[in-house]
């Protein structure tokens, strides 16, 4: 898991203020080749702006804004780097215990948010399996907005989880919360989820991009999409691993109709910028069981690589998020569309 090692590319609009004067020009000019980077200068009636292109972490160190008539200095190209478009164009393929996941092959992810006990998590895998999920969910470690909510069964979880997966013959995806338990979760988990509130806790990105199996990295609610492919990029990515597949679920606004507000055009916006796989939780988004079944289909029919729900026996009982989880028979019934939008869309599954 090498480190991509290709110099990148930056573009930099250099405006110069209307008063600046030529030997501005050429000073921001010279600047720029003294780094080995290109410098094109347009001369406008009113302003001259030079054209910035060149290696990306030689050009980001040249502070354009202190140079004399300079005005702003504009980055073109994105600030995140090994998971952009520009730096691989195709897509990339994640392989989930031997589920790919990407690149056309849909992921569908289903199971109980939270492992309660082993009858809780059996029915749902179950009913998953059943349905034709190809990964199973399941939390061990449960980061709640209160302290006082369950908390997850934590490693006992991730044992029911393992045998769950022989049972059923499915990978499953589980949450790490804490950097210090990154190993252990890893030594279960086919696949490791980053929740919405860590998407920043750069200190567990990094210890993710450091370990070999792959990551789910869930947007912050009030994560711009830019801010979520840096966490990406920056902090597993170049740590070493390069099997990332990102997760919208939600992002938080003004609307209370809904828990969060599903960011749809999120799936074709980074599919546009990014060559990871990206799939759409509908059941932490909408926050209400009767949205999974609409929302699961715009996730689809957008683009998206696959999906994540909430699937519980008894979501009455449910110790965590009972009122977004489905039933059994809500989940076969939904696969059914599924997997009639599949075939028509040429997606495999
Ligand atoms: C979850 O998937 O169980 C979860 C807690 O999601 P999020 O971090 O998006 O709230
Ligand atoms: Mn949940």
Known sequence: MATPSNPIDEAVIVVMRSDSTRADVEHVAERLRDIGAEAHVSPGKHRTVVGAIG???AITQLPFEAFPGVERAVPVVSSF???SRDFQADDTIVDVGGVKVGGGNLAVIAGPCAVENRDQLFASAEAAKQGGANILRGDAFKPRTSPYSFQGLGEKG???LTEARET???????EVVDPRD?????????LIRVGTRNMANFTLLSELGKQPKPVLL???FTATIEEWLNA???YIYKEGNHDVIMCERGIRTFETATRNTLDIAAVPVVKRLSHLPIVVDPSHSGGRRELVAPLTRAA????????MIDVHADPETALVDGAQAIVPREFLELMETVRKLADVLGVTY
Do not use: T
Request: net charge negative.
């Open 55 to 57: 290696d990306r972490a």
């Open 81 to 83: 780097k090994f998971v």
């Open 158 to 160: 991730l044992e029911l």
């Open 168 to 174: 059923f013959g499915m990978p499953f995806i589980a």
């Open 182 to 190: 990154v190993e252990l979760v890893a030594s279960y988990a086919d």
């Open 218 to 220: 869930k947007r912050g």
């Open 232 to 234: 990406a990029a920056e």
């Open 300 to 307: 689809i029919a957008v683009g998206a690589d696959g999906f």
